[in-house]
């Protein structure tokens, strides 16, 4: 289902922020590989009418507001039935709360809401509290149409990630990734917690590779439905697409940031090197130049250099080439097999798989090439990482319960956890950038 985000103008905050700016609150520390988990309680939000069809939205948004800050990996949600509280008696400001029932069941942070449904129009209040300051942390009131509560649940959480970490969070980003589910491999989508799937391409052939443009408008990806692999970009609201025409393969195109560019591997004359294109598919210049394949471009998030696998060393390597100098680097040294590099949104860190004993898993390394950091462990073959638009979390394909299938857990490896169940595999995870309304 495509969300109408013209409705989304309707939306509007009418509680104000709270007088101290984020930066000073620091409640979770995101550089803290060890971060503890902070208990949250999210009890039903009250219907404010009631009616019946109130009262079940009020359960329902409670419920997906749980869901979407416990996949952040940030907060301990916990269990409403041990909560002193009832949704319709008790209260939701900061002057009717009893603070104690909730530090009482270990309660930090609480969120308390309430909803009201006329005419088809929704209004719901969300209110965040420090509960041991007794203290209100953000408040807002969203109204719109009842089809657009997750966007408002999305808008609401991404408010209480910036609040806490100083950054807006994941809920408007996307994955696009591969699946086998139709019995060919096709692009398809979902958003950022495994819901809402739907399928992109139809193009009965091997199609894979997806990568997002800056603004999410526009996802890359290469396919062989008209014979050798082609480089096809697709219009995500149009569905509207076109190919680029050259000799020869082409294969793992990557946006630039914030340009309506791409690098791709073409083998014009045989030899596989990258080459800058235009969004419509047309050649700018030529990137690498070296024996063997240069293949699966990353870009730095400043646009100004390139990470790519390379066999100029003998084996598949990770190099790093400025694009104004032309100067390349060697960034990785341990191992005989590392591919498919990924530049994190800081620029400091790119995450990569490598084969050892015969198995794959994922590293991190910093852009200097130090302290390579292993991910994964013993859970079958861990491959293809790509990193959330904030840096927090990796995304990654793995067979650890047989089928491949999309696995994502924080920039540290820890909360390791299955995306999405679905027919097939799934393979070639790719995050997108948050794509505002």
Request: net charge neutral.
């Amino acid at each position: 289902m495509q969300i109408n985000y013209v409705k989304i103008l309707a939306l509007f905050g009418l509680l104000m922020l709270p007088v101290c700016a984020p930066a000073e609150i620091k409640y979770i520390d995101l550089t803290n590989p060890f971060l503890r988990k902070i208990p949250l309680a999210v009890p039903e939000f009250r219907a404010m009418t009631p009616t019946e069809s109130e009262s079940p939205l009020a359960t329902s948004i409670a419920d997906q507001i749980s869901q979407m800050l416990d996949f952040t990996g940030y907060f301990k949600i916990l269990d409403r039935g041990s909560f002193l509280y009832d949704a319709q008696k008790s209260g939701i400001t900061q002057a009717e709360l009893n603070f104690a029932n909730w530090t009482t069941v270990g309660s930090e942070l609480l969120i308390t809401g309430g909803v009201q449904l006329q005419s088809g129009k929704l209004t719901v209040e969300m209110r965040l509290f420090d509960t041991f300051k007794s203290s209100l942390l953000l408040g807002k009131r969203y109204s719109a149409g009842v089809e657009d509560q997750r966007v408002m649940v999305r808008r609401f959480c991404s408010e209480v990630v910036q609040l806490l970490t100083g950054r807006p969070g994941i809920f408007d980003s996307r994955f696009a990734f591969v699946s086998t589910g139709t019995g060919n491999k096709e692009i398809y989508m979902c958003d950022f917690d495994g819901t809402n799937v739907r399928q992109v391409t139809r193009k009965r052939s091997i199609t894979s590779f997806p990568d997002w443009s800056s603004d999410g408008r526009h996802l890359a990806f290469t396919s062989f439905a008209n014979g050798p692999s082609q480089v096809f970009v697709h219009d995500i609201s149009s569905g509207i697409e076109h190919s680029a025409v050259f000799k020869g393969a082409q294969i793992a195109p990557a946006w630039a940031p914030n340009r309506f560019e791409l690098a791709a591997t073409l083998s014009l004359k045989g030899d596989q090197e990258i080459y800058l294109l235009t969004g419509g598919g047309k050649m700018i210049k030529k990137v690498t130049n070296s024996p063997g394949i240069d293949v699966e471009a990353t870009w730095s998030p400043d646009g100004k250099k390139l990470a790519f696998v390379s066999k100029r060393a003998g084996t598949p390597q990770i190099f790093v080439q400025d694009l104004s100098s032309g100067s390349v680097r060697r960034l990785t040294f341990q191992g005989q097999y590392n591919t498919q590099p990924n530049w994190s949104p800081k620029g400091d860190k790119i995450a990569y798989s490598a084969m050892e004993a015969g198995q794959l898993n994922i590293y991190v390394i910093d852009i200097e090439g130090n302290n390579p950091i292993r991910l994964t462990y013993n859970q079958g073959d861990n491959e293809a990482p790509s990193w959330a638009p904030d840096g927090s979390m990796i995304a990654f394909s793995s067979t650890r319960e047989g089928r491949s299938s999309i696995y994502v857990m924080t920039a540290f490896g820890t909360d390791q956890r299955r995306l999405l169940t679905l027919p097939g595999e799934q393979i070639h995870p790719k995050w997108s950038p948050n794509i505002a309304p």
